[in-house]
């Protein structure tokens, strides 16, 4: 499993931010409240933070690609992630709903909106 991109919310910038010397340590007290606030996402316009992999990565027949939100990643391990995709590699819809049905129970009440794009590198068919 590989994971290409890192998540980009409003605490990783206040860190970074005090790491750096930008803000002291009291606006950081102030502002870490908003701490899970997404800072950078798709359809945003303006992307300040966005990962782009220089080097591209090979895929070979019968690789599986997962996009996913936090709503997964959060609330399911990648060894979780990767036991359901595993046992599901045949029918990927099922593994989509799996996924989506673990990650709501593992989350419980404080579930995140969650959206998952499971595809299969099939370049001969």
Do not use: F, W
């Amino acid at each position: 499993m590989v994971c290409v991109t890192k998540e980009h919310n409003y605490l990783m910038l206040l860190n970074k931010q005090l790491e750096e010397g930008t803000i002291d340590e009291e606006e950081y007290a102030r502002e870490v409240k908003r701490g899970a606030a997404l800072i950078s996402y798709l359809g945003m316009g303006n992307v300040n933070l966005m990962d782009a992999n220089p080097n591209p990565l090979p895929l070979e027949d019968g690789d599986i690609v997962v996009l996913c939100s936090d709503g997964l990643y959060k609330a399911l391990s990648d060894a979780q992630i990767y036991e359901i995709i595993s046992k599901n590699a045949d029918d990927l819809e099922a593994a989509v709903q799996e996924l989506q049905m673990q990650a709501q129970i593992s989350a419980g009440r404080v579930q995140d909106n969650t959206s998952i794009v499971v595809l299969s590198y099939r370049p001969n068919v």
